[in-house]
Every structure is written in structure tokens, then in C-alpha cells.
């Protein structure tokens, strides 16, 4: 072994070492912060994004690769520089004094222009490494538009900004980098994700996955229908479509191809729901705490009206691995273990969840309950033998918390330079009417182009950094043609959600397909086919009373019953059977009754209504039938 080579593993072993402590540091920090709320804004984000840089050029360096010990070396030799510009320069802005408002008369000075300057850069270049270069590449030309918007022709010129304007405003205020995302994933965001980590280190997770298969497990399909349970309890917390992947995949994959499903189908089925898992309370992505900064409506009313709409799209789910599964003649587990005696052993860790779910519903401080069930979920594990963790688990989990949070905070920071340029030049409007003139004014084109705008930046962006950017450029069109505030929001959240699950690039099922060992292209095409609720419920929030709003009660008992005939209808017709094979007239009849519940007229809706229950009847007694056939003797 060389003395180069010996050099670089000490080299590694001293920077993992020092990741953890920062990691497990930066855990106390948060709670701390959340619970005094000691620091001010101006002082507080720019520490958090300060410590999750640094975090980020410890545990991701510059050069990976250690075949050729003096380039890894080197590379370490930039990172250290990095950490000590992130270091200085965020110590010159937390100094800054905010109360001397001679710098809006007079400008930044070179120091605090050359300061702004490094954040911006250090931080683009942190988001390469977590997130990738397609959303480095769009601040990029947003930053390029606020500096030369003047030389651009008229119909999308700004103004044109210097570099002082720029910093000043990105760096020096709440309106860029340190604005609203910053803030959600600095605040409540981080302390969630640390949540979910401690659920998995006590053993929670696990405790959800062993219930849902000892619930579903038995019936046809059964492993599949507990993947689609296990992922809806634990994709909210987990902060990540990815994440709850791999997560509950490594376990549901192999067991749902051992039953009979085919890999690509096994992979789909994860992927559609841990995606899923982003959408369903009490917690939800990270998206839906920036949504209620944007809006203003508290996160308790959020969390109310996300209950029926993902319901339906886990409902939607699992009636197509139903159908899947009786298509492919599969039967449920031979064996599994009673629900008594996984609650038996897991009751306890179901506190936590109920506590933070009655005091989001209470309009507690979303950060105070988010440590309130990091607490609570300690507390209850150490209430049980089997179930209790060492100080060394403990502190794992606190670490674990930390680097799952540095993707997104790191995303919210640049997608803050993008929320920047749209205040600040004014191209947000000018989108609105560009959309608005693309589309005709129709709410249909409307939706269509926000979808595939949808799916086009999530082919780059984090799921929470595709929802900022479009609602700010989107959510003004929708609420134009009259969608409701919340309504809109809502649609453009569900929507960016889609680009997990959607063809040619859907992270969540490529990384289901390398556990399913088969082609991500196969594995994204079942995961679209089964996540159609991802495109079928918005469209209902749009044309329909689906986001219940106080005294819409009927309106909204009707949206959701025409969302679930919409959801048959597509479902009988994609997989051509119900609890048989459909005829291919019936087919049809089934498509045409689904459009009829996007059609604003009662009559129609109900006559729509008439023929998915008449075919699902029929088709139901046909397969009695068959059943009932002599089995011909040879």
C-alpha cells in the first residue's frame, strides 16, 4: 500500500467521522431553534444553509473515485476550501446589519457583494451534487435572465439587473435564497425528516410493514396490497418518493414476485405507491408545508381536504393490482401473521402518529409537533424491552435525520433564486398570459400544459422544488379561468408529483426496477399505468367540488362519487376486465360512461353512473358463471 493510498483512507475515515458529529450537531441545532425560536430569520436560515453546505462537501466530495489516491486528494483539498469560503462567507452575512439601511441607498460594498457571490456559486454547486445539474442549470437561466432581461426582445424583457441588485436581493433579504422554501425546509421539513428516521431506527417502520401484510397479505395479491398500505403509512413521513422506495421495496419487491407478479409489475406497483405516500396526511411531502406558506391557510385545513383525495388514489391503486392480480390468476400468502400479534408487539408506536395527527388537527405549531413526535416516538419505544435503543442507535437516527435533509434544503435554497427572479423581473405574469394565450383559455389546455410542464421539471427537479416553481409561474392561470386558491395549489402539487412515476425519466420506478432486477423503462410504464390517479384526481379538483370547502358537503359527495366511477371506468378499460374479462363492446361502453363524469350536467353524470354499476354487475355474474362451469374431464 502506497503512502498516497494510505494517506486517502485516513483522510476518508477522519471526514466520516467528522460528517457524523456535524450531522448529529446540526439535529441538536434544529431542535433547539424550533423549540426557543431564539434566532431571527436573517440570522437562523443562513446558518442552516451554511451547516447543510458544509454537510454536503464533507459527505459528497468533489471526486469520488479513489483509484487514483493523489486526484481524491486533490479534490478533498477544493472541498476543505469550499467549506472554509461557505464558513466565512455566512458568517459575513449573519453579521450584516440589517438596521443600517444606508446599503439601499449606497449599495452593497465589495465584501458583501463578493460574500453574496460565494453563497450563490457554493450553493449551485452543493445542488449539483445532491440533486443533479438540470436544476443548477435552471437557476442558472433564471439568474442570466435578471441580469441580461434588457437585451431579451419585448415581449419577455426585464429590466435588466447589476450583480449588486442581484446579490442584494437573493442573499441580502428574505426574497431569494433565504425566503419561504428556505425557511419550510430549514423549519419544519428538517424536524419531520428527522422523524421519520427515528421511526425507522426504533423499528416503526417495520412495524408498519409487518401490519400491513398481516391486513392485506392473505387476499389475492396479497403482498402487493401491502406494499400499497405500508407505502401510504410510511411515504409522508419519510420525505422522499425514493426514499420510501427502497425502503419498503427491499422487503415487498421480492414477495410479490414470488407470488407470480412479473418484476416489472412488482416494480411499478412500489413506485406508484411510495409516490403516493407524498400525498396522504397527516404528514405528506415537504411540498404541502410550502403550500401552506404560499397560500396562507393553515396546514390543519390542508391536511383536511388531502384525506378523500388520497384515499381515492390509493383506492385507484389497489383496484388495479386487484385486477392485475386476478388477470394473472395469483392468490394471496399461504401464511401470514395475525394483526393481534403484530399489534401485540407494535401497538405502541402507533402514539406518535395519532399524538402529531391530533395536534396538526389542534393548529399546533407544525415544528412544536414535529418534535413533540420525535419525542413521543423515543419515549414509546423505550417503553418496551424489546423495542428499546442504545445511545449509539439514538445518535444514528440523529445523524440519519441530518443527511436525509440536506437534498432538500439544498433544493429549496436554489429554488428560492428561482422564486427571486420571478418577484423581482416580473416574468411570472408574463408567463400567466403566455399559458393563457397557449391554451385558448381553456381550463382542459390549461391542466394539460401544467401537466406536461409538470413532468418536464421533475425529469430534474426534487418533487418540493418542481411544486415551487411551478406554482409561482402556474397557479395565477388556474386561478384565473376560476379555480379556488387552495384548488389550484393543490392541482399543481399532485401534478409534481408525477415525474416519479412517468416515462422517460421516473426516478421512484428506476429505482424499484434495480430492486425488481428489470428494465426501468418496463417498470416506469406499470407505475404510470397504476399512479393514473396522480392525473385522474386533479382533474376532478378542477371540474368538481373534490376539494371540500365549509358548506360544499353535497357538492363534494358527488365529486368523490364521480371520481371513484372514473376510476373504475379507466381501470376496467386499461386492464380490459373487472371480475372477469370484459368484452371489448363492454370495453367501450366503460370509456364513454368515464367521460361522462367530467361532463357538468347531472343527468349525464347519472346516466354514466347507471352503466359502470349495470356492466360491473353483469361482468360479476358472468364470472359466477364461469365458476360454475363443469371442468371439462380429458
Known sequence: ??????????????????????????????????????????????????????????????????????????????????????????????????????????????????????????????????????????????????????????????????????????????????????????????????????????????????ASFSIAGKYRGGPAKASVIASAALGSISGSAIANTVTTGALTIPMMKKLGYKPEQAAGIEAAASTGGQIMPPVMGAGAFVMAQFTGIPYSEILLVSIAPAILYFTCTLLYVHLMACKLGLQGMEVTEKISTVLKDGWHFLVPLILITTLLLMSYSPILVGISGCVAILVAAMCRKHSRITIAVFFAGMKEGALLALPISVACGTAGIVVGVVGQTGIGLQFTQFLMALSGGYLWSVLGLIAIAAVILGMGLPVTAAYIVLSIMAVPSLTELGVGLLAAHMIVFWLSQTSN??????????????????????????????????????????????????????????????????????????????????????????????????????????????????????????????????????
Not at 439587473?161 to 441580502?172: A, G, L, M, N, Q
Not at 366511477?565 to 371480475?579: C, D, K, N, V, Y
Open 501 to 634: 412515476v412517468t416515462p422517460p425519466i421516473a426516478l421512484a420506478a428506476f429505482a424499484a426496477a434495480g430492486i425488481a432486477n428489470t428494465s426501468p423503462m418496463k417498470a416506469a410504464v406499470q407505475a404510470f399505468k397504476l399512479a393514473q390517479g396522480f392525473f385522474i384526481i386533479p382533474i376532478m379538483m378542477a371540474f368538481s367540488g373534490l376539494i371540500w370547502m365549509e358548506g360544499q358537503n353535497i357538492d363534494f359527495v358527488k365529486a368523490v362519487i364521480l371520481t371513484v366511477g372514473l376510476i373504475i371506468s379507466f381501470a376496467g378499460t386499461i386492464e380490459g376486465r373487472l371480475a372477469t374479462k370484459l368484452p371489448i363492446a363492454a370495453r367501450g361502453l366503460l370509456l364513454l360512461a368515464g367521460f361522462t363524469m367530467l361532463v357538468p350536467n347531472l343527468f349525464i353524470n347519472i346516466l354514466g353512473i347507471a352503466i359502470i354499476i349495470v356492466t360491473t354487475i353483469i361482468n360479476y355474474r358472468a364470472s359466477k358463471s364461469e365458476r360454475l362451469q363443469p371442468i371439462p374431464v380429458r
Open 1 to 210: 500500500m502506497t503512502d498516497q493510498t494510505t494517506t486517502s483512507n485516513w483522510v476518508t475515515n477522519k471526514v466520516v467521522l467528522i460528517a457524523a458529529l456535524a450531522a448529529i450537531a446540526l439535529s441538536i441545532f434544529q431542535i433547539w431553534q424550533g423549540i426557543t425560536a431564539d434566532l431571527s430569520a436573517p440570522v437562523f436560515r443562513p446558518i442552516h444553509l451554511s451547516w447543510v453546505l458544509i454537510l454536503v462537501f464533507l459527505t459528497i466530495p468533489l471526486i469520488k473515485t479513489q483509484h487514483s489516491s493523489a486526484l481524491y486528494l486533490f479534490g478533498r483539498g477544493i472541498d476543505i476550501v469550499f467549506i472554509i469560503a461557505t464558513a466565512w462567507a455566512s458568517y459575513h452575512i449573519i453579521s450584516f446589519d440589517y438596521d443600517d439601511i444606508s446599503f439601499l441607498l449606497d449599495g452593497l460594498t465589495t465584501l458583501d457583494q463578493l460574500s453574496g457571490l460565494i453563497i450563490i456559486v457554493l450553493l449551485l454547486e452543493a445542488t449539483r451534487r445532491t440533486v443533479g445539474a438540470v436544476m443548477v442549470l435552471i437557476a442558472a437561466l433564471f439568474l442570466f435572465y435578471a441580469i441580461f432581461g434588457d437585451a431579451l426582445p419585448s415581449v419577455v424583457a426585464s429590466r435588466g439587473f447589476s450583480i449588486e441588485e442581484i446579490v442584494r436581493f437573493h442573499v441580502f433579504s428574505t426574497n431569494g435564497i433565504y425566503g419561504a422554501p428556505l425557511a419550510i425546509a430549514a423549519g419544519v421539513v428538517f424536524i419531520f425528516v428527522l422523524f421519520g428516521a427515528f421511526l425507522q431506527v426504533t423499528g416503526a417502520g417495520k412495524f408498519f410493514i409487518d
